[in-house]
């Protein structure tokens, strides 16, 4: 008996969610100015809050979590926390 495998591309996976869902994530000033080059404005040693899209595109930054869902909400995504 033959099991039928169904694979999905890393693109295609990366897009699952795109436009609907997006991630919220606590994350030190340090670590997004890592990831990001172009955060290096952002003053270094801060507790924030980032959205993130669900392929990981950053959408917002903020030390306000709720400003932050907000901003979630009024482009009408549902979040989900990464710990």
């Not at 997004?32 to 990981?56: C, E, K, T, V, Y």
């Amino acid at each position: 008996m033959s099991e039928s495998i169904n694979t999905i591309s890393q693109t295609d996976l990366a897009a699952i969610g795109e436009g609907h869902l997006a991630y919220l994530r606590k994350m030190s000033s340090d670590e997004i100015r890592a990831r990001f080059p172009a955060a290096q404005a952002i003053q270094p040693g801060l507790s924030l809050w980032a959205l993130f899209s669900a392929d990981g595109t950053p959408l917002a930054v903020s030390d306000d979590r709720g400003s932050i869902l907000e901003s979630a909400f009024e482009n009408e995504l549902q979040t989900v926390s990464i710990h």
